[in-house]
């Protein structure tokens, strides 16, 4: 295991922040993670054992490597003391560009201009989140996907005025870290992956309300075709092998007609309206009791799990 030289600190506990501190964990790194409150680090403290309890169970680790993976996590209510000694501070506090600006206009008075300063904004321009930062040139975006630990992609984003220096940190952190970064050259809202996600998804809306098929089937109709060929053949390579006048002759006639709706369509309008978040709230495109969503929780960690282990050969 090659570890990093770089000392990792983690801004926030959520969803992204303790699934990255745990990637970085596993692979040997040690890493300080910052929390707003007791309340706040409890949370990651819980994530943390709930994830290290299935990677037990898959047998990606034993209880020695648990209790090790514990031991380079540290968790710290104070930012100040957090990022006292990083050289690489990555960022994952709520996707709100004043808030992720203001942090790293902090973070500037904490911290030596050698210290990177990293985004895991879902898809924020850097240029904009690095606006009230005298030395943009050391901030960039490193977009994981969640669940951090399992997915391996890492979008590195360059702003206007990242430096060289920080995107070469970047991927050489990511890659210490076994992660697979994609370097993402030119800023573009939602970068690549989140573009791709949402222009199915917009898709996926209007079959839904023009009442092609239920959510059910339209969801089927995903993960028994490109879903399982997509995690070999991506959308060029797919392309390729299935001819290119083929799909030239399709593109023909179906880019016309497919959604170029500007918003949520009606039904996902009408569920964020009355509240009705997803699996957090136990409303959504489905009904999300703890039993459902124990088993999809299990299924979809199975599955990445089963995708990591052929990765890292294990
Ligand atoms: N959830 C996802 O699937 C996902 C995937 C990729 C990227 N992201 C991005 O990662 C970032 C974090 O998302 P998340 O889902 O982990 O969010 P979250 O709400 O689960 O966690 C946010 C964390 O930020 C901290 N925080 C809360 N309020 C704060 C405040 N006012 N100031 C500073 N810190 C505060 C807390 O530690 C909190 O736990 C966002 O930019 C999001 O777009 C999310």
Known sequence: MTVTRERLAVLGTGTMGHSIALAAALAGCPVNVWGTDEADIRRGQTGIEEKLRVLQRHEVIDTQGAADIRS?????????????????????????????????????????????FASNTSGLRPTAIAALTTHPERTVVTHFWNPAHLI??????????????????????????????????????????????????????????????????????????????????????????????????????????????????????????????????????????PEFSQKMNDERETELIHWLKKDWGI
């Not at 070469?168 to 573009?188: A, F, N, W």
């Not at 399982?228 to 006048?245: C, E, I, K, Y």
């Open 72 to 116: 380079r996590i540290s968790f710290d209510g104070s930012l100040e003391t957090c990022v006292s000694e990083a050289t690489f501070i990555i960022e994952a506090i709520p996707e709100i560009l004043a808030l992720k600006q203001e942090m790293f206009h902090k973070l500037e008075t904490l911290c030596g201009p050698d210290v990177v």
């Open 152 to 289: 391996p992609l890492v979008e590195v984003v360059r702003g206007e005025k990242t430096s060289d220096d920080t995107v070469r940190r970047s991927l050489e952190l990511l890659r210490t870290l076994r992660k697979k970064p994609i370097l993402v050259q030119k800023e573009t809202l939602g970068f690549i992956g989140n573009r791709l996600q949402y222009a199915l998804f917009r898709e996926a809306q209007y079959l839904l309300e023009q009442g092609v098929a239920s959510i059910e089937e339209i969801d089927d109709a995903v993960r028994y075709s490109i879903g399982r060929r997509l995690t070999v053949t991506g959308p060029f390579m797919s392309a390729d092998m299935g001819g290119l006048d083929v799909f030239d002759a399709i593109s023909a006639y179906l880019f016309p007609d497919l959604s170029t709706d500007q918003a949520s369509l009606e039904t996902m309008r009408r569920l964020v309206d009355e509240g009705k978040y997803g699996q957090k709230n136990g409303h959504g495109f489905y009904q999300w009791t």
